[in-house]
């Protein structure tokens, strides 16, 4: 293991220091240059410990992917830093948005402080247009339409047309258009691609490389060739913990790594 990745979480004996002093030691090795520290972060669902203490960092600028098999937290991970762990769940821990704790702040404290969430299932109304979908969007008086018809021309030709008729790319797109109208200090977007032909995800790829020029962004994404083209640094979990972090040209450039860790060939690149 280099200097670039952290101790593997899983069985990591316990030295008795708190996630505090963690967070704060992170914070000396990073310089400070963090915009999201998440520290010893558990959820408990249902009964379920699905998150059993998942540290990570999000840097302020680029692409930080999230990774991890089916099943293991990453939606649940993201819903817990947006407030949105279910009410028969709980979470612990600690995260922190530019130096600020936020664990258990509501939601919508949280999208007004900046941060900007798409969802899995992209959630458009489908009995809207695409402007009113957008409409319905605006968090300011300022609304950035020139971002987001520069990034998605497609939402401008089609501003008349019901959401429930777009394709699923276009969908995505209006989704995450919705999101880049507002300020963010940061975007959290579950899996953007998911579903979608591959002309598709290279279009909505195309599309995050070029927000994520004006906005840092936290990515769910299990298409490695886009993890490859987008990421900075790899966050992966397993079996509740975070099993690695390091930069994400390194992880894809490790074939047992990956295939120990996702259970895919990253040679194949989907
Ligand atoms: N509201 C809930 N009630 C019960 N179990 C839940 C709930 N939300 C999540 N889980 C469980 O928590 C675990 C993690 O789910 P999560 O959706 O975070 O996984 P994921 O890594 O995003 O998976 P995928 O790659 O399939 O999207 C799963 O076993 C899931 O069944
Ligand atoms: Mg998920």
Redesign the pocket.
């Known amino acids: 293991m280099t200097a670039g990745e952290r101790a593997t979480a899983p069985g990591k004996p316990n030295t008795g220091r708190t996630a505090t002093a963690d967070a704060a030691q992170d914070a000396d090795r990073t310089g400070g240059s963090s915009l999201l520290r998440v520290a010893d972060l558990s959820v408990r669902?249902?009964g379920?410990h699905?998150l059993q203490g998942v540290s990570f960092e999000v840097a302020s600028s680029g692409v930080t992917v999230l990774l991890?098999r089916?099943?293991?937290?990453?939606?649940?991970?993201l819903r817990a830093i947006l407030g949105l762990t279910?009410r028969?769940?709980a979470a612990t821990g600690s995260v922190r948005l530019g130096g600020e704790e936020i664990l258990g702040r509501p939601t919508h404290a949280l999208v007004k402080a900046g941060l900007g969430f798409v969802p899995?299932d992209r959630c458009v109304f489908a009995g809207l247009t695409v402007a009113e979908n957008l409409r319905l969007a605006e968090r300011t008086d300022t609304p950035d339409y020139d971002l987001v018809f520069g990034l998605f021309p497609e939402l401008s030709k089609r501003a008349k047309q019901r959401a429930g008729s777009l394709s699923g790319g276009q969908q995505q797109m209006l989704s995450l258009g919705r999101v880049l109208l507002n300020p963010n200090k940061l975007l959290l977007i579950d899996?953007p691609t998911k579903g979608l032909a591959p002309k598709v995800v290279t279009e909505v790829a195309e599309a995050l490389e070029r927000a994520a020029q004006a906005v840092p962004v936290l990515l769910?994404e299990?298409n490695l060739a886009v993890v490859r083209r987008l990421a900075g640094d790899a966050v992966v979990i397993a079996a509740g913990q975070v099993a690695w972090t390091g930069p994400g040209e390194r992880l894809l450039a490790d074939p047992a790594l990956t295939k120990s860790l996702l259970a895919v060939n990253a040679a194949g690149g989907h």
């Not at 089916?70 to 939606?75: M, T």
């Open positions: 669902i249902a379920l699905i991890g089916n099943g293991v937290g990453k939606s649940t991970t279910p028969n769940g899995e899996e769910v299990q």
